[in-house]
């Protein structure tokens, strides 16, 4: 029990150290924080828009894994940028995603997930 | 032709060794290493080979019951298989917890705690059916499945703790390394100047360790806009892979990991 006690407390003593450090020195995330250039990400999105325009909607699903490669090898670095943030356009990512990968996709339920996914990108901020 | 039977008989005479190798500067090393790969690893084969995580999953734990199949077979501690079994269970144990998270929806706070009374559970059961924990005294191949079996939950919750940590309170992995790196540093002080239990000590390094080698995986592959080193995925999984197998092939040489097994 004693030496539980002492496991406790030796991990508790940096942690308690750290946040204090983090909460005086670094602050929060601010709220309107950028999460960084999402240009190439947009672009690809508008690639996969005017793909749909075509009907090839299967072609569209293939496009649209590149944007899904980029947005998860970005994660590590850009979701603690501002969480609240990444999270709306995650959410977006994946309902576009799903539209073009779930059964039959048709494009009337294609085109306004993937315009709500580019909506995010432009305005991850925005309420 | 007297040599065959005097090597024999030395043999027979020597205690048995220990399964698992002895824990070194270059064993925590090399367990660093293995933990970042298996990040980097999980993340390459999820996303950029566009496998899925399900697909990756099935494929990685196939993999791992061969390598676990292999280093049961030596019944002793082999460098290469033991390091190769390690290396995959940390795959492993990343895809595991992004399944859960993803696939499955369950929260990382929820995921932790999961992990955490398993350990324990796992802990309690290996202590009521041997009467030790030792790590020193893996000698037969139940003592052996307890210890993989710690193994597999410590990465489980590493990994879990590490992105619940990171992600739930907005730290970045930066700071998420700071703090685990912390961590670790407090519990050597307790073991080497406040009597810190040497076996929990252990477990404990090994669970914080999972996440300050993701940490630095983060650290080298992320692109320079965001604070990385801009190595990408590919480039640091390779680079660890490549020193994981110097340091294998060492310790192939020097047996330095090997001790004879303490029967308790």
Request: proline content about 4%; charged content about 15%.
């Amino acid at each position: 029990m004693k030496q539980i006690l002492l496991a406790i407390a030796l991990i508790l003593a940096p942690v308690g150290a750290f946040t204090a450090f983090e909460i005086t020195f670094v602050g929060s995330a601010q709220a309107d924080a950028s999460l960084g250039d999402l240009s190439p990400m947009k672009a690809i999105i508008a690639d996969v828009q005017k793909i749909v325009a075509t009907g090839d909607l299967a072609a569209a699903a293939t496009r649209i894994t590149d944007f899904e490669t980029a947005w998860d090898d970005a994660e590590a670095g850009m979701r603690p940028l501002n969480p609240d943030a990444w999270t709306k356009i995650d959410d977006a990512s994946d309902a576009a995603l799903k539209s073009l990968r779930k059964g039959k996709p048709t494009a009337d339920v294609v085109n306004p997930a993937l315009a709500a996914l580019m909506g995010a990108l432009d305005n991850p901020t925005g309420k | 032709m007297t040599t065959i039977p005097f090597a024999q008989a030395v043999t027979s005479m020597s205690p048995p060794l220990n399964r698992v190798p002895k824990v070194t500067v270059d064993f925590w090393l090399i367990k660093l290493m293995a933990v970042t790969m298996g990040e980097t690893a999980a993340d390459y084969l999820g996303v950029n080979l566009g496998l899925g995580l399900t697909t990756t999953s099935i494929l990685m734990t196939a993999v791992l019951v061969v390598a676990l199949v292999l280093q049961f077979r030596q019944k002793r501690y082999v460098p290469w298989s033991y390091w190769l079994a390690v290396v995959l269970i940390s795959i492993v144990g990343t895809l595991v917890t992004d399944n859960l998270v993803d696939n499955f929806g369950v929260k990382l706070i929820t995921t932790t705690w999961v992990f955490t009374v398993a350990l324990a559970a796992t802990f309690a059961l290996w202590y009521r059916a041997e009467g030790t924990l030792s790590i020193h005294s893996i000698l037969s191949t139940r003592r052996e499945i307890w210890y993989w079996l710690a193994i597999l939950f410590t990465f489980a919750l590493g990994t879990a703790a590490g992105d619940l940590v990171s992600e739930q309170f907005g730290l970045g992995y930066f700071s998420t390394g700071i703090l685990f790196g912390l961590i670790i540093a407090s519990l050597s002080i307790g073991y080497y100047f406040l009597g810190l239990d040497p076996i929990l000590g252990f477990w404990l390094a090994y669970i914080f360790t999972r996440p300050l080698g993701a940490s630095i995986g983060d650290l080298m592959s992320q692109p320079h806009e965001y604070g990385g080193f801009g190595l990408g995925t590919i480039i640091t999984s390779a680079v660890f892979l490549g020193t994981i197998i110097l340091i294998v092939a060492y310790m192939t040489v020097t047996r330095e990991g090997e001790e004879p097994a303490i029967d308790v």
